[in-house]
């Protein structure tokens, strides 16, 4: 039986500009993920250094970070069976020119940079991405009507 997962995305800066956000959530809500946090958010330094502090020494840090604070952007948890990969199969490769067709940064970007979204990369990311953007009470846990629809009763039982 597969796992019920959570995973962080969180919707760029280039992507409220360009007028995409309403696109990109239904990608993800046709495809049966659930929705259990979503809200906009202005970033700024110190939580982007935690976040991106793995590309801290990078060439294209301080350009990043510039980029993610150049707007507000809406981050989301999405909840279901093994979310993180399917998430970030939904997202597509990090560079737009690479992204295959078909997914979010394959249709909408042209940048390694300027990719869209954001997607938790495992299950121990994600826990941790979802802390440094949720508090406890932000995140909900109700039943949804679609849910036998979505799953059949050996993946969920
Ligand atoms: P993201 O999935 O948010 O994870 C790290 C981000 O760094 C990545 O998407 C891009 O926005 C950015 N990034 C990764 N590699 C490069 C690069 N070579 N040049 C510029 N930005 C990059």
Redesign the pocket.
């Known amino acids: 039986m597969k796992t019920k997962e959570k995973t962080l995305l969180?919707i760029?800066p280039d992507a409220l500009q360009r007028n995409l956000l309403g696109e990109i959530i239904h990608r993800f809500e046709r495809k049966g993920l659930k929705i259990v946090g979503l809200k906009m958010i202005q970033l700024e330094d110190v939580l982007l250094n935690s976040h991106?502090a793995h590309?801290k020494d990078?060439?294209?840090f301080e350009?990043?970070k510039k980029?993610?604070k150049s707007s507000p952007v809406v981050v989301l948890v999405l909840e279901g069976l093994e979310a993180v990969k399917v998430v970030r199969q939904i997202?597509g490769a990090?560079?737009g020119r690479e992204a295959d067709i078909g997914t979010i940064r394959g249709d909408f970007s042209m940048?390694?940079?300027?990719?869209i979204?954001?997607?938790s990369?495992s299950l121990e990311t994600a826990e941790m991405e979802i802390k440094r953007f949720f508090k406890e009470d932000e995140l909900f846990e109700y039943q949804k009507i679609d849910f036998p629809y979505l799953y059949s009763e050996d993946e969920i039982n």
Do not use: E, G, R, W
């Open positions: 969180i760029k991106y590309h990078k060439p294209f350009s990043l980029f993610m997202c990090t560079c940048s390694t940079q300027t990719n979204v954001h997607a990369d």
